[in-house]
Structures are given as structure tokens and as C-alpha cells.
């Protein structure tokens, strides 16, 4: 599959922006609360949260203490900066081994930015130890360089970026995966960051920027929604009452559609 050519990196306003909005957001997330209590208890399952790109897991307090107040037995990745390295993935596999064994139970992964991609990987490496993939505006397919940071990911990461995505990250995991993407992101194209709809795949959209997605109420609302199904019992995001006003179908439009599924 082969995104649409028009798939470009967001407008410089978008980025130059994303600090304010980010900052914004957060401090808007008090006035979120009742959503977020709102959102269902867990079952006490473990969760293991991915920092994005440059970041370590301080930048996923938030989200991690969210999910910790709903009954989740929470981790953090512990591999400190995030520069994309495909030398963590043997000790990420290690961890999320440690974590499923410590609890006798699948984990689920939560994964922001560069670290959906991590999560992605490890559910394809180790499905059988992994409950659902949640990823936070993760650019895991479409052109590579759709993004205003792609040239500090090659510093970071020392790989080099080509035009074309790695086709591997694309491919959805074999567990229940579910995409949250902003519109107004910032970092990356949301085209790159968003699943066609299939039987225990969904994307969820949301408003806000792409460093704010981690401390973002409507963010924290759905991944807490979506780690709530019961196990073996997946149905798609719906949220219910003044709730469904909060958030708009990602497919409103024909547009948005090919956007996403591509062209053959």
C-alpha cells in the first residue's frame, strides 16, 4: 500500500506552535478531570508506556500516573532517552517478558510518538504476551520524511531517513490496535499516524498537538476506554452520551478515507 503523494509534513505554524499548545493543554488538564474519572477502571492487567522520540519515561508521568489511579499495575520502559535504536528491542522483548511472568497476565502497550513504533514491533515479536497495541500519534507508515523533525531523528538515531517508510512498520500487529492522531499535529503528517478501520483495528481522533498527546484529556479519556475492554472482548471506541460529542469520526469524509487506506 502506498500513501497518497500529497502526504507532506504539517504547515510550520502547526509546529512552531506545538510547545504553546502542549503547555496549554496541560494546563487545561484540570478542567478535563471529569472525563477522565469518567473513563472505566481497569482490571488491574499491567500496562508498559513508550516515551516519544529524545524523551525518557519523565515525559509520560501523566499519563502513567492516570492509568496507575484506574488499577493498572504501570511501567515505564526503563531504556532512558528515546533515540530510536533497534538495539533496545532485545531488552524491551526481556522486560515485557519480566512484566507478563511477574503478573500472569498479557500486557498492554501504550506507546507515544516514536515509541508506538516500539510497541508496535515487540506485539508482531511477542503477541502471545501482549493484550492491545495504544499508539499516540505514531508516524508508522507513509512517507518518512511527512514530518518536521525527521532530519533530528537522523542525528538522534544515526540511521539515515529515505523517502519511502520501512514497509515492516506498517504492517498492524496481531492484537487489538488502536491509533490516536491529531489533525493539528504539529511533528507529523496525522495521515502517517492513523489505521484503516478493520475487525480489532480503529483509529480514535482527537484535538490537540502531538507533544501534548500524552497529558491531553481526550487522550487519557480514550486509551484508559480502550485498556478497559475485557480481554478476548474487543468492540470499537464509542463513547457514549455528551462524551460522543467530544469526538469526531475520523472517516467524516471520503477524503479522510483514501488519505489514510492510500492508493494501490
Not at 25 to 47: K, S
Not at 78 to 99: A, H, K, T, V
Not at 232 to 256: I, K, Q, T
Request: include cysteine; charge should be positive.
Amino acid at each position: 500500500m502506498v500513501m497518497p503523494n500529497n502526504v507532506r509534513a504539517p504547515s510550520k505554524a502547526l509546529f512552531i506552535t506545538e510547545p504553546s499548545r502542549s503547555m496549554t493543554e496541560f494546563g487545561l488538564l484540570p478542567l478535563g478531570l471529569p472525563l477522565i474519572l469518567a473513563a472505566p477502571r481497569g482490571d488491574g492487567h499491567p500496562v508498559m508506556v513508550f516515551p516519544g522520540m529524545a524523551a525518557s519515561d519523565l515525559s509520560t508521568i501523566t499519563l502513567r500516573t492516570v492509568l496507575a489511579n484506574k488499577g493498572y499495575r504501570v511501567y515505564g520502559w526503563d531504556q532512558g532517552r528515546n533515540y530510536g535504536s533497534e538495539e533496545l528491542m532485545d531488552p524491551l522483548l526481556s522486560r515485557l517478558s519480566w512484566i507478563r511472568q511477574k503478573h500472569g497476565a498479557t500486557v498492554s502497550l501504550v506507546g507515544w510518538s516514536l515509541g508506538g513504533i516500539y510497541a508496535r514491533e515487540l506485539a508482531k515479536l511477542a503477541p502471545h504476551d501482549v493484550r492491545c497495541v495504544v499508539t499516540l500519534g505514531s508516524p508508522f507508515k507513509g512517507p518518512s520524511k511527512a514530518s518536521n523533525v525527521w532530519r533530528i531523528y537522523e542525528i538522534l538515531s544515526r540511521n539515515k531517513v529515505q523517502d519511502d517508510a520501512d514497509p515492516r512498520f506498517s504492517v498492524t500487529p496481531p492484537v487489538p490496535t488502536t491509533a490516536i492522531f491529531s489533525r493539528s499535529d504539529g511533528i507529523v503528517a496525522w495521515q502517517s499516524c492513523a489505521e484503516k478501520p478493520g475487525p480489532k483495528v480503529e483509529s480514535i481522533e482527537v484535538v490537540g498537538s502531538h507533544v501534548g498527546l500524552g497529558h491531553n484529556a481526550l487522550s487519557l479519556y480514550a486509551i484508559a476506554d480502550r485498556l478497559a475492554q475485557p480481554e478476548h472482548s474487543w468492540a470499537p471506541f464509542s463513547p457514549r452520551g455528551v462524551r460522543r460529542w467530544l469526538y469526531r469520526n475520523p472517516w467524516r469524509d471520503g477524503e479522510s478515507r483514501n488519505a489514510v487506506e492510500g492508493q494501490v
